[in-house]
């Protein structure tokens, strides 16, 4: 294992600490004094439209930046990434994401560890097409022959959160008559109101989980299997007899694992199991079989497009000189607001509505990846690590955080994501609805950066203490993507932005942005505290004093 570089310690570092001191914010006067600032700082990355102008960077800090890549190794750790080395250092394994979206014949071919890895990810992507095509056309059907028009996700974490937000954006692309849900907490009110209204017979549940072992999934496929077998006994479906119990498993369930042998002791046919591999993270498996409702609901076509969108920004990162390479850039100005300005968080503003499920499955991508204390060496971090990603649609976010970021006393970046075409082209008499929505878009973008002036707000006929409250600092940094729609392809192409933006910053701390073993301290204590929910004396007094008062709190109002 190398050592990573210690960021801190270079000169690029030294430089940008210096340009740091120096800098006064002034995006007018920067913008005044180079009326070519907006075009210089505008690159594109396969459909992505991305304006870096509106960044609290001079060329000097955007060249010292990108000395500061150089001089930790990114690029050459992101192609050690691609070629299956294993960068995930805790768990010994490679990062292969990438590989997932690789095109069918491309050269050369990549093994890695003995494994066909093309060949492999081709083989699942086949079946699951397949699989998708007899599910669409209703030659798959439940187990009294009814097609499905429901498919249910039971997942959580990774094997959930990207299915539900690349299924939230791509709805309009749901062409078979059949529709998601997912379901994910084992807090009861998930399954019990997800599947309320549900068919058995015509419901086809998805068990995705990486490691087949999750309390929450397992717990909620049981109680789904007990609800498919009751519901179909009360309608007089099946009898209660194992052999029909066991027939309604494999017409109702199919799961996404990388454990096959689990997969079958739960009862599921293998022939219905869609497997990936253990270089796949979780927060980065949306496009491998954990996909599997995109591909029932939104159609295999669609699912190819969105793999598609996924490699062009891979390719766009690998082979883009830093100045130019957009995710790579990004990565490095989330750097320059952590350790240099003290941003404490960052957020995503998508301006489109179906985006809802994109600021979970950001935060999930960018926290769980960086937010580390250790570096992939074990040494300790040696600069902050980790910021806070969040966020909501536009305009509704306006309406709910914006005065902080406008106004607050914290630094706030953020990135505005917007679509030059809506789904719906909806007009308001002669006025175009979506076009209204961007100027919004474009609205808040000018205001955080350029503000309004005491005078400006005092040449409208304010006076007194109101001029303060109503005058905007301005200097508040935005990023600007625009992409011509929300398409399949272009949504992919965003998850992979992030994805490297994320790669980027955890390669410059030096850190493993792929394990996560921050999760795993509470799931193992959850089963040590579970027996004293149930009543066990022994179990209650292993606890400290206040998780014990907490639980005599539950016995005492439990109904
Ligand atoms: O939250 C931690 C985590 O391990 C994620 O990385 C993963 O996506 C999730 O739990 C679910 O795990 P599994 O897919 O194995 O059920």
């Known amino acids: ?109 990549l093994e890695v560890d003995g494994q066909d890895v093309d060949g492999d990810v081709h083989e699942v992507l086949d079946r699951m097409r397949a699989f998708a095509d007899r599910v669409r056309s209703g030659r798959f059907t439940g187990v009294t022959g009814k097609r499905v028009t429901h498919v249910v996700n039971i997942g959580i974490g990774g094997s959930d959160l990207g299915p539900v937000m ?60 007990a609800w498919l077998w009751d ?24 799961a996404v694992s990388t454990a096959l042998d689990k997969v079958a002791d739960f009862g599921i046919d293998t022939e219905n199991a869609f497997g990936f591999w253990d270089w796949v993270g979780g927060r980065y498996s949306v496009d491998s079989a954990i996909g599997l409702s995109l591909e029932l609901t939104l159609g295999p076509d669609a699912f190819e497009e969105l793999l598609a969108g996924f490699h062009a920004i891979d390719v766009h990162t690998a082979s883009t000189p830093l100045a130019r390479n957009v995710p790579m850039l990004m990565g490095l100005l989330n750097v320059w607001y952590n350790n240099f300005l ?14 809802t499920g994109s600021r979970p499955t950001c935060s999930k991508l960018t926290m769980e990846s960086n937010g580390k204390s250790v570096r992939w060496d074990g040494s300790p971090v040696t600069t902050d690590t980790g910021e806070v990603f969040w966020g909501e649609p536009g305009t509704n976010g306006q309406h709910a955080f914006y005065q902080l970021i406008h106004q607050g006393t914290r630094l706030i970046p953020a990135d505005f994501i917007g679509f030059a075409s809506p789904a719906y082209p909806l007009q308001d008499g002669d006025r175009d609805v ?44 935005t990023t600007s993507i625009f992409a011509p729609a929300l398409t399949p392809r272009v949504l992919g192409e965003l998850i992979a932005l992030y994805e490297h933006i994320t790669f980027t910053q955890g390669a410059v701390w030096g850190i493993d942005s792929f394990d996560q073993w921050g999760v795993e301290l509470g799931k193992r204590l959850a089963l040590q505290i579970a027996p004293a929910l149930e009543g066990d004396a022994d179990a209650v007094a292993a606890q400290d004093a206040s998780t014990r008062g907490l639980l005599e709190y539950y016995a005492a109002h439990r109904r």
């Open 1 to 109: 294992m190398t050592a990573p570089t210690d960021a801190t310690a270079t000169s690029a570092w030294a430089e940008l600490e210096h340009l740091k001191d120096d800098l006064t914010p002034d995006l007018r006067g920067w913008f005044a004094a180079d009326p070519d600032r907006a075009r210089r700082f505008t690159l594109d990355a396969a459909d992505l439209h991305v304006d870096l102008s509106k960044n609290l960077v001079t060329d000097d800090v955007l060249a010292a930046l990108i000395r500061l890549a150089e001089q930790t190794g990114v690029v050459e750790r992101f192609a050690q990434m691609l070629a299956g080395v294993h960068i995930n250092t805790s768990e010994d394994r490679a990062v292969l994401h990438t590989a997932l979206r690789r095109p069918s014949g491309s050269r050369p071919p």
């Open 166 to 225: 690349v299924y939230e954006a791509l709805r309009p692309y749901a062409d078979a008559g059949i529709q998601a849900r997912f379901i994910s907490n084992i807090d009861p009110t998930d399954l019990a109101q997800t599947t309320a209204d549900l068919d058995p017979e015509t419901t086809l549940f998805i068990v995705a989980s990486k490691t087949f072992t999750t309390l929450e999934t397992l717990t909620n496929a049981r109680l789904a299997r």
């Open 342 to 355: 003290g941003a404490q968080s960052h957020a995503v503003l998508p301006y489109a509505q179906r985006c």
């Open 231 to 254: 519901g179909l006994q009360a309608s007089g479906a099946i009898d209660g007899s194992d052999a029909a119990k066991k027939d309604a498993v494999a017409h109702h369930f199919v």
């Open 434 to 477: 979506h076009g209204l929505f961007l100027a919004n878009f474009l609205a808040q973008t000018k205001a955080l950066a350029f503000g309004k002036t005491a005078e400006e707000v005092e040449a409208e006929g304010t006076t007194g203490a109101l001029v303060a409250a109503r005058t905007f600092s301005g200097n508040r940094p």
